[in-house]
């Protein structure tokens, strides 16, 4: 499809991000790459880069006014979301609205809606004070969850077993929480699994269900992903119309939205959905499986183009396991890597890699391809593992 020079903004220049600004330049679209300053591989990789906190609502849209944008998204963060569909509601371009993207990013709005809309999701209540998250748990007969409503990648999420713990956790979900909101909710027991949905014209066009690795319990950070899911065939009619009554009690229009279950004791249940592509490499696993460049659509879509797929959507089992450490410092030697399978470094040896906010350092993804959903989730694991094992760390400040 040739787009012309469509004028393409996206928001965030992290590692995240680069697939999106490279698929959108070769697209053949003029890509503005909103940021604060900072070593961001985006950064660079942008035809024009603007300097902005993206979580400036006012700024993002007189940037995007004054430049004529055609098009506006971004990928695996939530905190500019806001931004983005003010500037859909003014600019009237695809996407979703101001009000529909605010359900997306606060947890509290999210959770009211899918209760209006008999969705199913974990009990929950919004929480003032410390006190209340006690009465909360009282009433419960398992563990419950305390979580900031508008933080992502599981920073300030708590696990509450015993009452002990919870004074302690609503201050770290607080600390976390930008609008000062907090959330309790039940914890479920259960295999956390997740699905990618095609959203066109508030619509489902498509769904993509896919298993997760994540770190232990309570955050649940996402370190991996595989498609298709080993029990696709059982959980497609459990969760498809879950999915369609999700898309319209959020509004959610012309994206790729992130949608994280849990499949409990009760079934299927939504822990978050967002309408934005997931992160971890969702975008790569996804498109790998169905043989769609997940960016590329997610860009199309952004600029009001409907998407068109294959008669016969390739069907090509493969997963992604990040390469991450605890530690900052200096790489004297990466890990160990064989030829079998496709290795993604971001740094190369000498150079000086740091934590992030969850005190992770990702030093790239392995890609293992194959034929069984059990098999390749395993041999990822295993590689990165080993990779992780055998890198070698010089610690210190820069």
Same mark, same amino acid.
């Given at each position: 499809?040739?787009?012309?020079?469509?004028?393409?903004?996206?928001?965030?220049?992290?590692?995240?991000?680069?697939?999106?600004?490279?698929?959108?330049?070769?697209?053949?679209?003029?890509?503005?790459?909103?940021?604060?300053?900072?070593?961001?591989?985006?950064?660079?990789?942008?035809?024009?880069?603007?300097?902005?906190?993206?979580?400036?609502?006012?700024?993002?849209?007189?940037?995007?006014?004054?430049?004529?944008?055609?098009?506006?998204?971004?990928?695996?963060?939530?905190?500019?979301?806001?931004?983005?569909?003010?500037? @859909?509601? !003014?600019? /009237?371009? =695809?996407?979703?609205?101001?009000?529909?993207? +605010?359900?997306?990013?606060?947890?509290? #709005?999210? &959770?009211?809606?899918?209760?209006?809309?008999?969705?199913?999701?974990?009990?929950?209540?919004?929480?003032?004070?410390?006190?209340?998250?006690?009465?909360?748990?009282?009433?419960?007969?398992?563990?419950? @969850?305390? !979580?900031? /409503?508008? =933080?992502?990648?599981?920073?300030?999420?708590? +696990?509450?077993?015993?009452?002990?713990? #919870?004074? &302690?956790?609503?201050?770290?979900?607080?600390?976390?929480?930008?609008?000062?909101?907090?959330?309790?909710?039940?914890?479920?027991?259960?295999?956390?699994?997740?699905?990618?949905?095609?959203?066109?014209?508030?619509?489902?066009?498509?769904?993509?269900?896919?298993?997760?690795?994540?770190?232990?319990?309570?955050?649940?950070?996402? #370190?991996?992903?595989?498609?298709?899911?080993?029990?696709?065939?059982?959980?497609?009619?459990?969760?498809?119309?879950?999915?369609?009554?999700?898309?319209?009690?959020?509004?959610?229009?012309?994206?790729?939205?992130?949608?994280?279950?849990?499949?409990?004791?009760?079934?299927?249940?939504?822990?978050?959905?967002?309408?934005?592509?997931?992160?971890?490499?969702?975008?790569?696993?996804?498109?790998?499986?169905?043989?769609?460049?997940?960016?590329?659509?997610?860009?199309?879509?952004?600029?009001?183009?409907?998407?068109?797929?294959?008669?016969?959507?390739?069907?090509?089992?493969?997963?992604?396991?990040?390469?991450?450490?605890?530690?900052?410092?200096?790489?004297?030697?990466?890990?160990?890597?064989?030829?079998?399978?496709?290795?993604?470094?971001?740094?190369?040896?000498?150079?000086?890699?740091?934590?992030?906010?969850?005190?992770?350092?990702?030093?790239?993804?392995?890609?293992?391809?194959?034929?069984?959903?059990?098999?390749?989730?395993?041999?990822?694991?295993?590689?990165?593992?080993?990779?992780?094992?055998?890198?070698?760390?010089?610690?210190?400040?820069?």
């Amino acid at each position: 499809m040739k787009l012309g020079k469509n004028k393409l903004m996206i928001l965030g220049a992290a590692q995240s991000q680069v697939p999106l600004i490279k698929t959108a330049k070769e697209m053949n679209l003029e890509v503005h790459v909103c940021s604060i300053k900072g070593k961001y591989p985006g950064i660079s990789a942008a035809d024009v880069f603007h300097e902005v906190d993206i979580t400036d609502i006012q700024n993002i849209y007189q940037i995007a006014k004054n430049q004529k944008i055609d098009g506006i998204l971004t990928t695996a963060t939530d905190i500019c979301l806001e931004s983005i569909g003010y500037v @859909v509601d !003014k600019l /009237n371009l =695809s996407g979703t609205g101001l009000e529909n993207s +605010k359900a997306c990013l606060n947890k509290i #709005i999210m &959770k009211q809606r899918f209760s209006s809309n008999n969705i199913p999701t974990p009990n929950y209540i919004e929480v003032k004070s410390y006190q209340d998250a006690i009465e909360f748990f009282q009433k419960q007969k398992s563990p419950c @969850v305390l !979580k900031p /409503n508008d =933080s992502s990648s599981s920073r300030g999420v708590t +696990k509450i077993e015993t009452l002990q713990k #919870i004074e &302690k956790a609503y201050s770290k979900a607080l600390e976390f929480s930008t609008s000062g909101g907090v959330i309790i909710e039940e914890w479920l027991e259960g295999e956390e699994f997740g699905a990618q949905a095609i959203v066109v014209n508030n619509e489902l066009n498509l769904l993509i269900i896919h298993s997760d690795i994540t770190t232990p319990p309570p955050q649940r950070i996402p #370190i991996g992903h595989g498609c298709p899911h080993p029990n696709e065939k059982t959980l497609f009619p459990l969760i498809s119309d879950i999915v369609r009554n999700a898309i319209k009690a959020l509004g959610i229009n012309n994206a790729i939205c992130n949608i994280d279950f849990i499949n409990s004791t009760k079934g299927p249940q939504i822990i978050e959905m967002t309408c934005r592509m997931g992160g971890t490499h969702l975008p790569e696993v996804c498109g790998e499986y169905l043989g769609i460049n997940l960016y590329k659509l997610a860009i199309e879509l952004s600029l009001g183009k409907i998407p068109t797929y294959s008669s016969k959507l390739t069907k090509s089992t493969n997963a992604i396991h990040n390469l991450i450490i605890p530690t900052s410092g200096y790489i004297r030697k990466l890990g160990m890597m064989d030829n079998n399978h496709q290795w993604h470094i971001y740094p190369k040896e000498g150079d000086y890699v740091t934590t992030n906010a969850s005190n992770l350092v990702e030093i790239g993804y392995v890609h293992v391809k194959g034929t069984n959903p059990v098999d390749v989730l395993k041999e990822a694991s295993n590689l990165a593992g080993v990779f992780c094992d055998t890198i070698e760390i010089k610690e210190g400040i820069k």
